[in-house]
């Protein structure tokens, strides 16, 4: 049995003619050859692998880099997006002192994104690990998936400082609610919406939601550099990437050789560690190699 669309559609199809016929065949390999274009339009985006390249040679400790993460995007007190290992080795007078700068590694096989049961965890931009707080139901489940302990769970509202009406000297100095209402702030005194117009409720993540570093996306989306790389005072952060051989993550990677946290877990982490501190001196650019 068939469908009377469908015998008209037959009938249809006896009725055309072979100028018909070149003209259809013309007019699908112009689809077919736009759809190929746009595709490729689309792909560089998709194909990009965005990695961090962090080369302790050059890395001083400073946590420049973890001040400037907070100041970026909004990070509250208590929780570092951007963070550090430290640890001193050695026996006196014969110790020196080990740092090692950490964030979200932007996993290629990502535990987090693979347990979300709301795919509020998910692949975006350049392979980055993003979240959306509008799907986050904070089941924590990213939390007890995640081997390297570099998502936060919010507890409570968040800036709850900045809300506060008590000053720390009665008379004299101004609370810290009369700070942000004075330099006109929304929340808190130095609030970035950059993130906000970049992914809905990133701006000021709330209370029961989990939060973690998506690598400056509301930027690198730009072709802006993340914000950690641009204020790293020794130059020691790169970011590139990987599918392209001329980046300069692609390059620092081929010159020296790299080690990754737990990269026995088989999670593919994208952030990479070059060379150990010594007193030789290199060639400082911004962002490269």
């Not at 909004?74 to 090692?100: L, M």
């Not at 409720?201 to 550099?225: A, F, P």
């Not at 010159?255 to 990269?263: I, Q, T």
């Amino acid at each position: 049995m068939k469908f009377p669309e469908q015998e008209n559609q037959k009938k249809s199809e006896k009725k055309i003619s072979r100028r018909n016929l070149i003209k259809a065949g013309g007019a699908g390999a112009a689809v077919l050859a736009g759809a190929q274009t746009a595709s490729a339009k689309q792909s560089p985006s998709k194909s990009k692998r965005l990695a961090m390249v962090i080369d302790l040679q050059r890395c001083t400790g400073c946590g420049g880099c973890i001040l400037s993460c907070k100041s970026e995007n909004n990070v509250q007190s208590g929780i570092a997006w951007s963070n550090k290992k430290s640890r001193t080795v050695g026996k006196y007078p014969n110790v020196r002192f080990e740092y090692i700068p950490t964030l979200c590694n932007q996993c290629e096989n990502a535990p987090c994104v693979k347990g979300c049961p709301t795919k509020a965890m998910h692949k975006g931009y350049g392979n980055i690990t993003m979240h959306a707080p509008k799907k986050c139901i904070g089941c924590r489940t990213c939390l007890a998936m995640c081997p390297y302990g570099v998502i936060s769970m919010h507890t409570r509202k968040p800036h709850a400082y900045w809300k506060s009406e008590d000053a720390l000297i009665k008379g004299c100095t101004a609370s810290p609610k009369e700070l942000v209402e004075k330099v006109k702030g929304n929340v808190i005194p130095n609030y970035n919406d950059a993130r906000e117009k970049s992914t809905p409720g990133s701006g000021l993540r709330y209370k029961g939601i989990v939060e973690k570093c998506t690598l400056c996306d509301h930027r690198v989306t730009k072709g802006l550099l993340p914000h950690c790389v641009m204020s790293c005072p020794a130059d020691a952060r790169v970011m590139g990437d990987l599918n392209d051989p001329n980046s300069a993550a692609s390059k620092l990677l081929s010159k020296y050789r790299p080690w990754r946290l737990k990269e026995h877990l088989g999670t593919e982490p994208k952030v990479f560690y070059v060379r150990e501190f010594n007193p030789g001196a290199t060639k400082k650019t911004k962002g490269s190699v």
